[in-house]
């Protein structure tokens, strides 16, 4: 199952098409919802990178990342401070959105998170949101 979604992500697929092409393939060889997550920005130094994550676990992640206990407005940015979930301690400022499924690019829960785009806050965010190698895909545990 995995090999099929590395090869789709080495095609070249990048941003909210491949988050979308992959949640729907992954979702359609497990035979359950899982989550992923995926820098959907270029990679490298940037100003602002975009991380998205769609699946059922994408409310509960973002609310973790935000230390709060409500969701944001559907479809609003709103700004916050993103924080590691395990220590507290504040990784970035940045417009976190909110799109709750079915009303969003995959149809599934989805969130993203604009943050600064230097290497280190990119890698925090991604390292926050779930374990294994940085660069690709990634499923929530």
Same mark, same amino acid.
């Given at each position: 199952?995995?090999? @099929?979604?590395?090869?789709?992500?080495? *095609? /070249?697929?990048?941003?909210?098409?491949?988050?979308? %092409? !992959?949640?729907?393939? $992954?979702?359609?060889?497990?035979?359950?919802r899982?989550?992923?997550?995926?820098?959907?920005s270029?990679?490298?130094?940037? @100003?602002?990178?975009?991380?998205?994550? *769609? /699946?059922?676990?994408?409310?509960?992640?973002?609310? %973790? !990342?935000?230390?709060? $206990?409500?969701?944001?407005?559907?479809?609003?940015?709103t700004?916050?401070?993103?924080?590691?979930?395990?220590?507290?301690?504040?990784?970035?400022?940045?417009?976190?959105?909110?799109?709750?499924?079915?009303?969003?690019?995959?149809?599934?829960?989805?969130?993203?998170?604009?943050?600064?785009?230097?290497?280190?806050?990119?890698?925090g965010?991604?390292?926050?949101?779930?374990?294994?190698?940085?660069?690709?895909?990634?499923?929530?545990?």
């Open positions: 199952m995995w090999a @099929g979604l590395q090869a789709l992500l080495a *095609s /070249g697929a990048r941003g909210t098409h491949l988050v979308a %092409r !992959l949640s729907k393939q $992954l979702c359609s060889q497990a035979g359950s899982v989550t992923i997550f995926a820098l959907s270029g990679h490298g130094k940037c @100003g602002v990178a975009v991380i998205r994550t *769609s /699946g059922p676990a994408s409310g509960p992640a973002l609310l %973790r !990342l935000m230390a709060r $206990l409500e969701l944001p407005r559907p479809r609003t940015a700004l916050s401070l993103i924080l590691d979930p395990d220590s507290s301690e504040p990784l970035d400022r940045g417009l976190v959105l909110w799109f709750p499924g079915p009303h969003s690019f995959t149809g599934e829960d989805c969130a993203e998170l604009h943050v600064h785009g230097g290497p280190a806050v990119v890698s965010v991604l390292q926050a949101l779930g374990p294994g190698p940085r660069g690709g895909l990634h499923r929530l545990q």
